[in-house]
């Protein structure tokens, strides 16, 4: 069955200025289509993500949406909504974003979130960060239109058990404009490191840390037969004091004078070349 978004918006009875209600599902609606148009571009999808209204109920406002036929498959239609739900998740307990580095932090997990739910032979998400900074901005000026109160609840007919209750109150209050206007430069290099969080299940990404990157840093391991086999279990699980000889690839995206510090981003574990088990610690660590 094709997927289908809900958009529920319950207002307060006798409410003055009813029109911002429709105003604000207009802006939710839209919104969330250039949230789903950010994450199909993400996956290297070709095409326009727009939505069709299926049903309009009344009562509270409920618009039940589904992508055009012929634009999206379901898989990943139904991939983008739990991955869009997931993020208003991560802002029930924020009422504020406003830096490059936070927005930094909702793209790694929306780029999680599409790698758990997409399968396999499509292309390592990798989300633009400053059209993310346009969504956010669109999604809080959504809000804006609410009174204290109401409630807007987001819930995908393929996962009714959960349904994602947006933080009214949560606003983007960067300038879209300004965000994301450093430099990037791009790496390979053969690295020693520590696995902080090795995953076993799936293609989710791993979480390292070594001398020579100074920060912690996430990455997609993409040496398909080495995590297989991982995950498999034919080869030890790998210890906190083990390190991995790696070949990486990454960008470092450097933020314009006083916006900020370099990030790490769309890390891959390319080559697991080598694992030495308990012998080697942190402070011998370089690139070899």
Not at 17 to 38: V, W
Request: proline share 5%.
């Amino acid at each position: 069955m094709k997927p289908e978004l809900s958009i529920k918006l319950d207002y307060l009875e006798d409410r003055k200025n009813p029109a911002e209600i429709f105003d604000a599902m207009s802006l939710y609606i839209n919104a969330y289509r250039d949230f789903g148009q950010l994450m199909t571009n993400s996956m290297g999808i070709k095409g326009d993500f727009d939505f069709q209204l299926n049903a309009i109920e009344s009562g509270s406002i409920l618009s039940k949406l589904s992508s055009l036929p012929g634009k999206l498959d379901a898989i990943f239609e139904e991939a983008i909504y739990k991955s869009g739900n997931s993020t208003f998740d991560d802002l029930v307990d924020i009422d504020e974003t406003e830096t490059e580095q936070q927005v930094e932090e909702l793209a790694i997990k929306i780029e999680n979130t599409l790698t758990n739910n997409v399968p396999n032979q499509i292309a390592e998400p990798l989300i633009d960060r400053q059209h993310l900074a346009y969504v956010l901005k669109a999604f809080s000026t959504a809000n804006e239109k609410t009174k204290c109160g109401e409630s807007v609840i987001f819930k995908s007919s393929n996962d009714q058990g959960n349904e994602c209750r947006l933080n009214t109150k949560w606003r983007f209050t960067g300038n879209p404009k300004e965000m994301f206007q450093g430099s990037t430069e791009s790496h390979e290099i053969k690295l020693k490191l520590f696995a902080k969080i090795p995953v076993n299940e799936g293609n989710s990404v791993w979480t390292f840390r070594c001398e020579k990157i100074k920060q912690p840093f996430s990455a997609k391991v993409t040496h398909k037969d080495w995590l297989d086999r991982y995950q498999k279990g034919l080869i030890q699980p790998i210890g906190p004091k083990d390190t991995m000889d790696t070949l990486v690839s990454y960008d470092i995206y450097t933020p314009p004078k006083g916006k900020g510090e370099p990030i790490i981003r769309n890390a891959k574990i390319k080559e697991v070349i080598n694992i030495t088990r308990n012998r080697a610690y942190q402070h011998e660590l370089s690139s070899f």
